[in-house]
């Protein structure tokens, strides 16, 4: 994700607060009203005047750190530089005094740092848990970051694989190979899916978790040990806002106590939550043999995409023990399906090290 | 995806008999002029079908209960092109009993990212064996 700071073009309805040049500057003072001169009484040469330093000096003024806009304000008749504090306002005083600038000519305003809206189907780098990413042609959702033996992975689920079951080298891409070529990992455990062993129905073949991992490229950045959170739960929301820290991991757990809220992120419908409805059930994927033992069942929103979502339990704020992964739910999207790390661990090899 | 460009439509028989097993075949064709990208729910496309009685009771739905992988499939669809999906009804209801005589209405429905694409309701009529 790029949080970039952008010099924009300044939207009259901002609040902002209005910083004379020749007020004491360490006091924010209250707004001031600028005559709201029409544009039509000025003349062509003044205006012609105010153009040209405007573009003079803004590319001068907006190299100083904290800078958020610059504007010709041809309503105002003056040049409006925008900054987050009272620091970038004194560097942009400087600056325009180096070139001679007369303080009539200018106002500074303190305003809030204008920043891109992350989503969950943006590009993150470094990647975090929770984010869209793509392989041949489907699109799944990350589950989490892990260091597994000391290896930067992920893990997601098993059928977000070109092959689901056996490791075959499947290619990740995030947030698409359209909008970024650089492929960020390769499927690196995808153990095989058993017919006939115990327990597993005759023309079904069987695993604890729909679960693989995918080893992360030298050249891909990832966090381990955060997941990305959205706006708002259970309201579909996309939009990223800050990131649940995992600071436990549930290695143990097979039988989810009925009514234990859990939570999952995912690149489709967002961050969603809701109560575990049925535990350990032995559970028949539609459209296929592939049959999953001791699933968990949560009544939360799900939909196509969010498969590999982590899913976890909130321990207190914003930290978080993770306790699976997300394949599915149902056909209405009322409730998702997911295999407990317990079934996880089980089957992928080597030690799951997921936490911050 | 542009649904204005997407054209939905349900082959079924219209006549069957009790014991016989009917054949679906939900197609999506793409009339617009411009490649759609079909962003579809399911490793292998998970699509419903739901039959019900004249008085609007649902009798059968393919996915009901179903547990399905919640993965998109990316699949491009040019101009003219057609994604063929086909089911079977066995004239049994949702709980394994075999329907009565009468006419039902048979729908498709495509899962996608944004919404679920429905067909028109197809009339199917259901004699004794």
Redesign the interface.
């Known amino acids: 994700m790029q949080h970039s700071r952008k010099s924009v073009a300044r939207f009259a309805a901002l609040a902002v607060i209005a910083l004379a040049a020749c007020q004491d500057a360490s006091q924010p003072t209250a707004p001031v009203v600028t005559p709201q001169t029409p544009q039509a009484t000025r003349s062509p040469q003044a205006q012609a005047r105010l153009e040209a330093l405007f573009q003079s000096t803004s590319p001068e003024v907006m190299a100083v750190p904290g800078t958020v806009f610059a504007d010709n304000d041809e309503v105002a008749g003056k040049l409006v530089f925008g900054v987050e504090h009272q620091g970038a306002a004194n560097g942009v005083r400087n600056a325009l005094a180096r070139r001679g600038i007369d303080e009539s000519d200018y106002e500074i305003e303190l305003t809030k740092p204008i920043e891109m809206k992350a989503t969950l189907r943006d590009e993150f780098r470094p990647t975090q848990a929770g984010i869209q990413i793509h392989f041949s ?4 959702s990350l589950g989490f970051n892990a260091d597994v033996d000391g290896q930067p992975s992920f893990v997601t ?1 098993s ?2 694989t070109a092959t ?1 079951g056996g490791t075959e080298g499947t290619l990740y891409y995030q947030p698409s190979s359209s909008a970024n070529g650089t492929p960020i990992a390769t499927e690196a455990d995808d153990p095989l899916y058993v017919k006939n062993g115990p327990g597993c129905p005759k023309g079904k073949k069987c695993r604890w978790s ?1 679960a693989s991992r995918a080893a992360y490229a030298s050249t891909a950045s990832s966090s381990r040990g955060i997941i990305a959170k959205t706006d708002g739960v259970n309201t579909g929301s996309l939009t990223t806002a800050g990131v649940f820290t995992v600071t436990s991991q549930d290695n143990i757990t097979t039988d989810f106590p009925i009514g234990t809220v859990l939570n999952k992120v ?1 690149r ?1 419908t967002g961050w969603s939550q809701g109560p575990v409805f049925r535990t350990c059930a032995n ?6 043999t592939v049959y999953l033992r001791c699933q968990t069942f949560v009544q939360a929103n ?6 590999g979502s982590g899913v976890f339990r909130i321990t207190g704020g914003d930290n978080v023990q993770l306790v699976g992964i ?6 209405d999207n009322s409730y ?2 997911f295999s407990p790390l317990s079934g996880i661990v089980r089957e992928l090899t080597g030690t799951i090290v997921a936490t911050n | 995806m542009h649904p204005d460009s997407l054209r939905l439509e349900l082959d079924v028989a219209t006549e069957a008999r009790v014991g016989s097993v009917v054949s679906i075949a939900l197609r999506v064709r793409n009339v617009g002029d411009r490649p759609i990208d079909l962003y579809l729910r399911g490793r292998t496309v998970a699509f419903d079908v739901i039959v019900r009685r004249d008085s609007g009771e649902v009798v059968w739905r393919r996915l009901e209960n179903a547990i399905i992988p919640a993965i998109l499939r990316i699949e491009t669809l040019a101009p003219n092109a057609t994604l063929e999906l086909r089911a079977d009804w066995s004239l049994a209801t949702t709980t394994g009993a075999t329907v009565t005589p009468g006419t039902y209405a048979v729908q498709g429905v495509l899962l996608t990212e944004d919404a679920e694409l429905r067909t028109v309701p197809v009339s199917l009529h259901v004699s004794g064996g």
């Open positions: 042609r489907y699109v799944c689920a059928h977000c689901q729909d995912g489709t559970t028949s994927v539609a459209g296929s799900v939909a196509g995409g969010d498969s997300l394949w599915g739910g149902a056909s998702f399906v």
